[in-house]
């Protein structure tokens, strides 16, 4: 094989030369992507310097020598790093392949059509030689396209980041950054927008597909708001675009997912985001893991979001409020409080309360009773109710930030009502 190709190699070289100006026009004119990236002269080059690579590791693989790849990882590269797709790249390196042998057996057979039988042998050493050389590329595309999105994904969650926490300075300087970052992202200078922040639980599991953003009421108008994912220890925080769509479409998208949500308020410009967070956070605080997969929007919540918000004051309300009843055994505890819980939770029926609670109507209001007693607050008095509601729900957040060790067994007899209260099976333990 080193024999033929010394013997042809002038009339070889001129070949390929015509062969890289085919190819160059050829790319060109149908694939957008190199015409968009590269001029006739610098592609035509590059194919020629390939072609001539590949003669040379023929040799080297003929005196079994390594071929030089180095080459072919640093156009992989290069290539990636500016975009342009893999499939072109691919693409121009199998026609190049073919080109290549087509000059090998039409120089040979100018020079010795005896010595065809002679090529032959050497189709299998050449493809090898390309094969190597399109590995080594595709290789170096890839890891360095893999580097590049993990750089892309730092700078979009140092971003919503910026976003998300607010920038440290005065206001102005702060509105600019979120601004500046909301640019970046594609968001609009002015909008609606709310913050969506999930449970640690939840972290991992999958999120909803996010349909792309249109514009409002447009045609093509996207069928769901765009959220933007960051991903933390604490769990994960999601900007929501909402465009035209209203608050509610939040719930919805969240719905699927099974997990436990706060939902800030609607904000109109991207400096106003990191407070939407933070509400966003105080209405998930709102939301006992107890309750369930649940979402709490934060508008819908504001006397609890309140009580989660002045950890100290909540304290005090508990124990003045509610002292007495903390107070009981845990079993007459719980069942006060759950009773407190369910009939607030049924808009103060007793009827209600008593079929969620499998119990006698007369069971409920004497229950309610001993309440009133116990804490000298009348469940006539509308204020004195507000009172009763903000400590039960003070009471509720307190367990839930309690260690898991310490907070008492679940009776196993229980379940789960839509309110967050436990109602009775009303079937015996066997």
Do not use: K
């Not at 050389?133 to 890839?142: G, K, L, N, P, Q």
């Not at 969650?157 to 950054?177: K, Q």
């Not at 105080?282 to 009580?307: C, H, I, N, Q, Y």
Request: net charge positive; glycine share 8%.
């Amino acid at each position: 094989m080193e024999r033929i190709i010394e013997e042809i190699r002038e009339d070889l070289s001129r070949r390929i030369a015509v062969a890289a100006d085919r190819l160059a026009d050829r790319t060109l004119a149908e694939d957008p992507a190199y015409a968009a990236l590269l001029g006739r002269a610098e592609l035509r080059e590059r194919i020629h310097h390939t072609l001539r690579q590949a003669v040379e590791g023929l040799l080297r693989s003929s005196r079994g020598l390594p071929v030089e790849l180095a080459d072919a990882r640093a156009v992989g590269a290069l290539r990636a790093e500016q975009g342009l797709p893999l499939a072109s790249l691919l693409r121009t390196y199998r026609r190049g392949g073919r080109l290549l042998w087509q000059s090998l057996t039409e120089a040979v057979t100018v020079h010795d059509r005896a010595a065809l039988p002679r090529l032959l042998p050497g189709a299998a050493a050449l493809w090898d030689v390309l094969d190597q050389m399109t590995d080594a590329m595709t290789e170096s595309y890839r890891r360095t396209e893999a580097a590049h999105a993990d750089r892309d994904r730092e700078r979009r969650a140092a971003l919503l980041d910026v976003l998300l926490d607010g920038a440290d300075g005065p206001p102005v300087p702060a509105a600019e950054a979120a601004e500046a970052a909301a640019a970046q992202l594609g968001l609009p200078e002015r909008g609606r927008f709310t913050v969506v922040v999930l449970a640690a639980a939840a972290s991992g599991v999958p999120v909803a597909p996010v349909a792309p953003a249109a514009p409002a009421g447009g045609p093509g108008a996207a069928s769901a708001p765009r959220v933007l994912w960051r991903i933390r220890a604490g769990g994960e925080i999601g900007l929501v675009e909402l465009g035209h769509h209203p608050l509610e479409s939040v719930r919805e998208l969240l719905a699927p997912l099974g997990v436990r949500a706060g939902v800030g308020p609607v904000v109109e410009a991207p400096a106003e985001l990191a407070r939407a967070r933070r509400l966003a956070a105080l209405a998930l605080r709102t939301a006992p893991e107890s309750e369930g997969p649940r979402t709490a929007v934060l508008d819908e919540r504001l006397p609890a979001a309140l009580v989660a918000a002045q950890a100290e004051l909540a304290g005090r309300l508990r124990q003045v409020v509610l002292g007495p009843v903390l107070a009981l055994p845990a079993e007459d505890r719980r069942t006060l409080l759950t009773t407190l819980g369910t009939w607030l939770a049924c808009r103060g029926s007793t009827t209600d309360a008593a079929q969620r609670l499998y119990c006698h109507r007369n069971t409920v209001s004497n229950r309610l009773r001993r309440l009133e007693q116990l804490t000298g607050r009348s469940l006539s008095d509308p204020r004195q109710v507000v009172e009763l509601a903000l400590a039960h729900s003070a009471v509720l957040q307190h367990v839930e930030a309690e260690p898991a060790t310490r907070r008492a067994a679940p009776d196993p007899r229980a379940s789960r009502t839509p309110g967050g209260t436990a109602r009775r099976s009303p079937r015996r333990p066997a």
